[in-house]
């Protein structure tokens, strides 16, 4: 079982800055990539960033140049950075690990960001 706690949500006003964490714990070792996912009221869950234990990144077009996705060295805290913020990121942002050889994916509890024009 993999558990994931998200953290760093708030409200900003636009052209301000968060930085999102996603700490994991349990038994992480099927993991080969944690995301970040938003969503906003009314509409679906959508993909934003995402990491690989390669090192690969994943960042959707809307985000690009703005927002920034790491992890640290144990690659169980997972982090976005998210500067130059707009209204229309105001959501609640989900953090998703997953891998071949994990049984399901696992999500965690979501943390709201809101960004006040």
């Known amino acids: 079982q993999v558990h994931l706690v998200e953290s760093g949500g708030g409200l900003v006003q636009a052209g301000g800055s968060l930085r999102l964490s996603c700490a994991a714990s349990?038994?992480?070792?099927?993991?080969?990539?944690m995301e970040w996912y938003r969503q906003a009221p009314g509409k679906e869950r959508e993909l934003v960033a995402a990491?690989?234990?390669?090192?690969?990144?994943f960042y959707d077009d809307s985000v690009k140049g703005r927002f920034t996705v790491s992890s640290d060295n144990t690659k169980n805290t997972v982090r976005l950075q998210m500067n130059s913020l707009k209204p229309e990121d105001t959501a609640v942002y989900y953090c998703?690990?997953?891998?071949?050889?994990?049984?399901?994916?696992?999500w965690g509890q979501g943390t709201q960001v809101t960004v006040s024009s």
């Open positions: 998703n690990a997953f891998g071949a050889t994990c049984p399901r994916d696992y």
């Open positions: 990491i690989t234990n390669s090192g690969n990144l």
């Open positions: 349990g038994d992480t070792t099927c993991v080969s990539a």
